[in-house]
Structures are given as structure tokens and as C-alpha cells.
């Protein structure tokens, strides 16, 4: 990827708190096993550092691992940072391959794998960026990076039945709707949405400084983001948190209709209970 993706931007009035609204699955709220002897916990140890052989690692002919360990190591780290990367591609593109490969570097120190699966690696990567990235310009990855994992987060979230528009009409505006599970919400002080249709969609406009707000949704089999209308992440915030319906949409800021058709079009509403076949 060239360095056209990589987009000054400053902010205006402030950064806000990031607020993603879904139930995370189990590997997002660990980065580190627990649970290990002390003899793993070395040879982790080793692996991170970049230097070193576990003590007593030998092969099977009681030779010490010596090179063979390192050749190993090399190996983790080039699979750990393809898996950042495919994690967090438009963050990859916006930063540029250099800064991206000294970042992945410090965090793949830093952050152990949880779990066999590379697909689930990455989780605190945008909190790391968030401490790492020096305030101002670049201060929109973070929450680029928490768009990338929403996504994923929706690509692996169950299956729900969701609302359809005539079931939805002859609800009782008392009647609670939640989002489905791979549904999502995330509001930023920044251009989020349009800073990384920038970095995966050639040709795409340079964004503008504002906040925005994006609807994570999956209504086949992949996930998509939506940029949302004014007034309509609130919307979305009270269905997130299982409000009444009517309560729902009275707090948008703007016109509903607008984020209401977006929410049904996407089947991002769970049906209730007493409705699902």
C-alpha cells in the first residue's frame, strides 16, 4: 500500500470517550493465559524478548536449543504480526509499513497470545495504540482500530432472529428491543467511518474533521459499517442497553426514520421472544 493512505488530520474540540456498545465474546476481555507451570512461563518469556533460550531447553539429542530457538522465535513473531495485520488492515495501510512493523514489534512483547487462534489475536491493540500514538494527528487510530475489531467481533457473534418491519408495527411502543449480538455501536470525536473507508476503499474522499458515529451490522455472513445520521447513535445506544421501543426512538436527536429503516434494512434488532419462530 502506498503512503497515499496515510491522512493528516487534526482535531477539533477535544477527543471523546469511544464507546462500544456489545457483549464482547470471552477472548476480548483476556490478553494473558493464566494457568501456565513456571517452566512455560519461561519459555513465553523467551519467545517475547527477542533474545535468549529458555534454561534446559535442549533438542532430542540433549543438544541446547541454541539457533534452533531463534529460528523458532523469528517464526512466532512473522505469525503473530500477519495476524495483526490481517486484524487491523486499514490501521496497517494508514500508518504505513515501517511504523506498522516497529508498533507490531512493541506490542507483540507486550501482549501474549490468549488463545490458539490467531484470528483472536490483537484484542488490546487499540488501547495500546491509544498509549502509544503521540496525541493530535494520528489520535483517529485508535478508534480505527476499534472499528476493526467490532468488525471481527460481528464476523464470529451468534446468530440472532431479527425484527422484521411488520412485526415491529404492531409492537407496543412499551415493548423492549435489543440489538442482535453481532450489532454494535461506536462513537468517536473523530472521522472513524470515514478515515477507514479512506484506507480500504481506493479513491474515497479525504475525510473531514468532525465526529462521527458508525453501526456495526451482519446481515448475511459479513460483518459491514454503517455511517449513522445525526442524533441516530443515540438510538442505537437505547436499544443496545434493551429500551422500550417507543422510549428508543424518542431519543434520537433528529428524524428517527432514518436510523430505524437502517436498523431493520440490516437486521441489526433482535426480535422479541413472544415473535420468534
Known amino acids: 500500500m502506498s503512503s497515499d493512505a496515510r491522512l493528516p488530520l487534526t482535531e477539533e474540540g477535544g477527543s471523546a470517550p469511544t464507546a462500544l456498545r456489545a457483549a464482547p465474546p470471552e477472548y476480548l476481555d483476556q490478553e ?8 512455560e512461563r519461561a519459555f513465553r518469556a523467551r519467545l517475547a524478548s527477542g533474545s535468549g533460550v529458555p534454561p534446559g531447553l535442549t533438542d532430542g539429542a540433549g543438544r541446547p536449543a541454541g539457533r ?19 486484524g487491523f488492515p486499514a490501521v496497517a495501510r494508514l500508518l504505513g509499513p515501517a511504523n506498522f512493523d516497529g508498533l507490531a514489534r512493541a506490542f507483540l512483547q507486550e501482549h501474549h497470545p490468549a488463545a490458539p487462534v490467531m484470528q483472536r489475536y490483537g484484542a488490546g491493540f487499540p488501547e495500546f495504540l491509544a498509549t502509544r500514538l503521540p496525541p493530535g494527528r494520528l489520535g483517529y ?92 447513535a443515540a438510538m442505537v445506544a437505547a436499544f443496545a442497553e434493551s429500551a422500550p421501543l417507543g422510549a428508543a426512538i424518542a431519543a434520537a436527536d433528529a428524524d428517527a426514520a432514518e436510523t430505524l429503516t437502517l436498523l431493520l434494512r440490516e437486521g441489526a434488532l433482535a426480535a422479541p421472544k413472544e415473535t420468534r419462530r
Not at 32 to 39: D, K, Y
Not at 223 to 229: E, F, I, N, Q
Open 141 to 232: 487510530l485508535p478508534d480505527v482500530a476499534r472499528l476493526e475489531l467490532a468488525l471481527r467481533h460481528a464476523y464470529h457473534a451468534a446468530d440472532a432472529t431479527p425484527i422484521g418491519p411488520e412485526t415491529l408495527a404492531g409492537l407496543h411502543e412499551d415493548t423492549c428491543l435489543s440489538l442482535v449480538p453481532a450489532a454494535a455501536l461506536l462513537r468517536s470525536a473523530w472521522p472513524v467511518f470515514s478515515v477507514y473507508r479512506f484506507a480500504m476503499q481506493p479513491g474515497s474522499p479525504r475525510p473531514a474533521a468532525r465526529a462521527e458515529d458508525v453501526l456495526i451490522t451482519r446481515p448475511g455472513f459479513d460483518p459491514d459499517a454503517h455511517l449513522l445520521p445525526p442524533g441516530g
Open 68 to 86: 534452533r530457538f531463534d529460528v523458532y522465535r523469528n517464526n512466532v513473531a512473522v505469525g503473530l504480526r500477519e495476524a495483526l495485520e490481517s
Open 32 to 39: 494473558e493465559a493464566g494457568g501456565l507451570s513456571p517452566s
